[in-house]
Each structure stands twice: as structure tokens, then as C-alpha cells.
């Protein structure tokens, strides 16, 4: 059990001050203190990704003293992202060029190894189009990845300098594979080029297909082999409900429930530092939680106290050493960045490591809180309503704030900081986790297929409704404000309901849904133009009908436009329709931001201070006593 945890009171909610301060823009936007932690397989390292303007680079620190040991830059422009150890001393890290804030990154990354001291770098060919499989614990010097042409190809691959020989392959168009604890291939699953899920079981030299279903259809993905590599954790949904997680014996077939839960679907698995128990099932069904499944291991033991030692925070779990000595935590909250520690099982203390964003006061932060409600047609939705800290809760000016994506996407209870901004702004903000979300199994996921600008719409008025219900939100200080297919719901909202709110801002947003299939990335690759056909309006009219850049005759509300022009995910063609349909109706947008070297959302610290301060004024300008909510 944990016996002491240390350094903690930095992470006290209580309020420090009797009333809000106006946090300074920049705040909020400044780059993070780093962007991911890993852990060796020992826990002797760690390796920090580490942003420093035009690029993010990697430093790695010894543990026991936390002296630096490495570093690692590639340049302007370029990011390392992420590292995967594939062995004591060894990791690959995956650089990729900047886009956008909201695309991330652009095509796929170049991956290179690196000894932990910066010795026997290397540049692994075609490394991006691999995924890791199993980093092979008793064979150091190679580890199994899989690759995608045609066909799924599983293959091992050196270390030192990226060979590779293939071992197996499957008949799937994109897919992995999951083998058991001695390396062998069991399963192969994946996407055809026409977006069916399929998986295949391994049965001699043979594969047998187990499963296969329309995108947005059940579904059965096994997750790992069990502990006595005759038993699979297979993630099952019958019918599109939100899937449990079973074990299977897919020699009998018989099946036995593990964990489910009924709102969500599983976010992660914990396993145990050898990797063959099952210890828990994590969900967010409103805030993150475990489902300890397995409580008598040891480690459970471990994991419970941790979380329990974080009292107001999430806890997520980033690494354990090889011989379960060390723990990598996070803890983090919706009013807290978070924090990495590494904890000692051998001393029972946490080290604090690093903080995200150590300038922000939890204390001047707004909780978020999880709701539910009953759309009209009698579906349950979920969201998220972020109240400001010092308001009375009542009355307020609210923004409806829908996420991107919007398949596969959803919003989760941790830091935001738009949604903290406007709030220290005095504003209520509502994000609604609509039909068509990620998360909430693949039916909810495909109600919204075909309905981008009706029933995915009508949940987000809905959701406004019930807050104005509960006496939350002023019916007459309503604006929505939205990012990619956020932008795009918030201008559709204004076309759905063109009396019902006093501003829109629409950030790199899609406004024009014929348009996606002529211009931007979507429609290069086939798997692209098969989403579109899957997820669309079938018909021109249809798409028409749902797009705010052929409905400007019902938006009759100040609006303002948000574009990178070097976006390749929703690029300058989907501004110019709406900006253009706007002025040739007599209304043109009143504020329009244009960033030549911005992508798909802003990088720049000093472009996105420019954004939110004039968004801030826009807001204020419409919305009316934002100052006197606070």
C-alpha cells in the first residue's frame, strides 16, 4: 500500500481568493512545460518531449538524480511527439511536422532510434508507416511491427537499424495484429478500404474471420491475450451498444462478461508490470474511474492507494518499470493541467517530476460539471457545463462549444484552456457530447451519419435548453463558437435556430459539405473518399440543405470567421464560401482572421493571443454584461 505521498499540496482545490482575477490571455495559450513522458522498461529514464517554439524536442533524464543524459532537436517546424522504448537502453522517437493546433501533425512521422545517451542514432526506413506490436522483452535487439500495403504484413524488425523480415501476413486492408506472450500471431484486425471493421483469428496457417461489420456496426476487437495464452480480452458490442470487455476462448467459444459500462466504452486497459494481468478497465463516463478487475494482485493494491492519494484528480498511469518498482503517475483535473510524479514502491513516496503549465492556479479555475439529458427524440446525451468560479451560477451568458471530429471525437473532463478562458470571461460554456461522438459505442457514433446539420444539431439546442431551463443560462446571451466540425455545427446551429442566439464564431471551420468532396486531404485516399460517402448527406440537395454557405438568407446574427490558409483539412475553399455568400447577401462577416502560415488551428503563440483577444471583444460586443456575471 502507498505509504506516504509527497508533494501534494500543490494540488489543493480550495479557493485561495474571494474573487476572480482576469487572467492575461497568453496564459491560457503558452506552450505546456512538455507534451508527453515515458519511462524506460527499467525505470532508470525518462524521456520528455519538450515544446520550444517552432519545434518540440526530446530530453532524457536519469531517474536517480534527474541529470539530463540526452537531447535531441531535428529542427524549424518539426515536433518530436512521442518515444517508444523498445529496450533498456534504447527508444525511437516519432518527429512529424506542424499543421495546426487542431490537425496536429502533417502526414506521416519519420522515426529514428537513439541509445538513451545519444549514441548509435539511427533513421528507421518507412518507420511511420509501422506500428509497434511488441517490443519482444526477451529478444532486445528486435521487436514486431506491422505495416499496411494491400494486405497487413507483421514483421520483426532490428533495432539498430530498422530491418525488417516479414513473418506473417493477413488479408485486411489496414490492420495490426495481437500476438500472445511468446510472440505468437493470434489475431489480425483492422479496416477494409471501404471502412468494414474485420477480424481474423489465427488458426494454424490459416485465418478464419471472426468478425466483420459496416463502420458504425457491432463490434469484436481482441485487446490482448491472457495471462494463460489460451484466452483472449476481447472489447464486444452486439449490436452497437457501448462495448464490454469479455474473455474468450476461442477454441470453445464461450465468453464471460468482465467489465462494461452502460453510458461508455472502455478508454483504457491497466495491466500489470509483466503484462499478463488484467488489473482494471478505465472509463469516462462523466469523470474518469477504474474498474479494478482483478483486486487480490498486488499492484491493484498499488493503483488503488494512488488514485486515492490524488483526492479531485483523474489519475492516469504511464509506465511501470519491468520489475514493478516504479510507477509513472499523472494526476490531473479540469481545473488542474496536471502533474507527473514516479512513484517508489520500494520507499512508498511519489517524486514530483514535472508540471504542465505550473503558472496556472487551480484555485482561479471553473469546475466542470457532467450532465445528462433526453433529446427530443428521446436519446441520452452527455456533456459538460463549466460555470465561472465566482459567479452565483444563474443567469449567465453561455457559449455553446461543440467539439470537433466529429466521429470518434468527444469532450472528457480535464483542463481546457478555451473553455477555461471564456469562463475566467465570465461565460457558462456547454459542450455537448451530440450523436455521432466517440465513446458512447458505435451506434450513438452512427445516429450521426448523414445528420452533421439536423439531429447532431438539435442535440446542441436541446442541450442550450436545458441549460436555460435550469436557470443557468439568459436566453438572450447565447453564442456559439466552435473549431473544425465545431465551427461548422456552429454555424449550422444559427441556420437550424436563426433566432435563437446573438453571435457565431466559426474557427477553421467546414461550411460547404460538397466542397469535402472536391478540396483538403479527406478526399486524396480512397479510405477518405468512403468515409465521406459513409457519413454524408447522400444527395447534392441534402448536403446543400445542411451547409451554412448555401443558407446565409438565415443568418441574420454578427458572425466571425477564423482561417489558417496553409490548412489542408479544411482549407481556404470552406472560408471563402461562407465569407463570400455572406457579403453578397449585404452581411458580410464582421470580423475576419486569416493566418498565412497557420494550418489547421494556431501554433503561433502570439497569432492564437491575437485570436482569443479579439474573440474576447467580439463576445462582450454581443453578448452584453459578461463583466457583471463574473
Not at 539511427?122 to 522483452?137: E, F, R
Not at 481474423?200 to 466483420?212: K, Y
Not at 462495448?243 to 476462448?249: E, S
Not at 442550450?464 to 446551429?493: E, H, I
Amino acid at each position: 500500500m502507498v505509504r506516504s505521498i509527497v508533494l501534494l499540496a500543490g494540488l489543493a482545490t480550495a479557493i485561495a481568493v474571494a474573487e476572480a482575477r482576469e487572467i492575461p490571455v497568453g496564459d491560457f495559450f503558452k506552450d505546456p512545460e512538455f507534451t508527453s513522458v515515458s519511462l524506460s522498461p527499467k525505470g532508470d529514464y525518462i524521456a520528455v518531449s519538450v515544446p520550444q517554439g517552432d519545434r518540440t524536442v526530446l530530453a532524457a533524464f536519469r531517474i536517480e538524480d534527474m541529470e539530463l543524459v540526452g537531447k535531441w532537436d531535428y529542427g524549424s517546424n518539426l515536433h518530436i511527439d512521442r518515444v517508444r522504448w523498445v529496450n533498456d537502453e534504447r527508444f525511437f522517437m516519432y518527429v512529424t511536422e506542424k499543421t495546426g493546433r487542431f490537425d496536429q501533425r502533417q502526414g506521416r512521422a519519420d522515426v529514428y532510434a537513439s541509445n538513451v545517451d545519444g549514441s548509435q542514432r539511427a533513421d528507421i526506413p518507412n518507420g511511420g508507416t509501422y506500428q509497434i506490436v511488441d517490443i519482444l522483452p526477451e529478444d532486445p535487439s528486435n521487436i514486431l511491427v506491422s505495416r499496411s500495403i494491400e494486405s497487413a504484413f507483421l514483421s520483426k524488425m532490428r533495432v539498430r537499424d530498422g530491418s525488417v523480415r516479414t513473418v506473417a501476413t493477413a488479408p485486411i486492408d489496414y490492420g495490426t495484429f495481437l500476438v500472445d506472450h511468446d510472440g505468437n500471431v493470434r489475431y489480425a484486425f483492422g479496416q477494409e478500404e471501404s471502412n468494414d471493421t474485420v477480424t481474423l483469428r489465427r488458426d494454424g496457417e490459416t485465418w478464419t474471420q471472426v468478425h466483420s461489420a459496416p463502420m458504425g456496426g457491432p463490434k469484436r476487437q481482441p485487446l490482448a491475450m491472457a495471462s494463460d495464452n489460451k484466452h483472449a480480452w476481447v472489447e464486444v458490442s452486439k449490436n452497437g451498444e457501448p462495448a464490454q470487455l469479455m474473455l474468450v476462448d476461442p477454441e470453445t467459444g464461450s465468453e464471460k462478461v468482465v467489465s462494461g459500462n452502460p453510458n461508455v466504452e472502455a478508454s483504457n486497459l491497466l495491466f500489470s508490470s509483466d503484462e499478463r494481468e488484467l488489473l482494471a478497465v478505465a472509463y469516462e463516463d462523466g469523470t474518469p474511474r477504474y474498474d479494478f478487475t482483478n483486486t487480490e494482485h498486488d499492484e491493484s493494491k498499488v493503483y488503488a492507494g494512488l488514485i486515492n492519494a490524488f483526492p479531485d484528480h483523474a489519475v492516469s498511469f504511464r509506465g511501470i518499470s519491468d520489475n514493478g518498482r516504479y510507477i509513472l503517475v499523472t494526476a490531473y483535473s479540469d481545473i488542474d493541467p496536471g502533474s507527473y510524479y514516479l512513484y517508489d514502491r520500494e520507499t512508498g513516496s511519489a517524486k514530483f517530476l514535472l508540471a504542465a503549465m505550473g503558472w496556472i492556479k487551480p484555485s482561479e479555475m471553473s469546475p466542470m460539471e457532467p450532465f445528462t439529458f433526453t433529446a427530443r427524440d428521446g436519446t441520452k446525451v452527455h456533456g459538460y457545463l463549466t460555470i465561472p468560479r465566482f459567479s452565483n451560477g444563474k443567469n449567465l451568458p453561455l457559449i455553446l462549444h461543440p467539439h470537433g471530429g466529429p466521429h470518434g471525437p468527444r469532450d472528457s473532463w480535464r483542463f481546457n484552456p478555451e473553455v477555461q478562458f471564456l469562463a475566467n470571461r465570465g461565460y457558462a460554456v456547454l459542450q455537448v457530447n451530440f450523436r455521432g461522438s466517440g465513446g458512447y459505442g458505435n451506434a450513438f457514433e452512427a445516429k450521426g451519419y448523414r445528420n452533421w446539420g439536423t439531429t447532431m444539431v438539435d442535440d446542441m439546442t436541446d442541450a442550450v435548453n436545458w441549460a436555460v431551463a435550469r436557470g443557468v443560462a439568459d436566453k438572450d446571451r447565447l453564442c456559439t463558437y466552435g473549431a473544425s466540425y465545431g465551427g461548422y455545427a456552429a454555424l449550422q446551429t444559427v441556420v437550424r435556430e436563426p433566432t435563437k442566439y446573438q453571435c457565431a464564431i466559426g474557427y477553421v471551420g467546414v461550411y460547404s459539405l460538397p466542397l469535402m468532396f472536391k478540396d483538403g486531404d479527406i478526399p486524396e485516399q480512397d479510405s477518405g473518399r468512403n468515409y465521406l460517402q459513409r457519413v454524408m448527406p447522400e444527395t447534392l440537395a441534402e448536403q446543400q440543405a445542411q451547409s451554412p454557405a448555401f443558407n446565409v438568407d438565415r443568418i441574420n446574427i454578427p458572425v466571425m470567421l477564423v482561417q489558417g490558409a496553409k490548412d489542408r483539412r479544411v482549407p481556404m475553399s470552406q472560408y471563402e464560401a461562407l465569407r463570400d455568400a455572406l457579403a453578397n447577401a449585404g452581411k458580410p462577416a464582421e470580423i475576419t482572421i486569416v493566418a498565412d502560415k497557420e494550418g489547421h488551428g494556431f501554433y503561433d503563440y502570439d497569432n492564437q493571443v491575437d485570436l482569443y483577444t479579439k474573440m474576447e471583444g467580439f463576445l462582450d460586443k454581443h453578448m452584453g454584461m459578461a463583466q457583471d456575471a463574473r
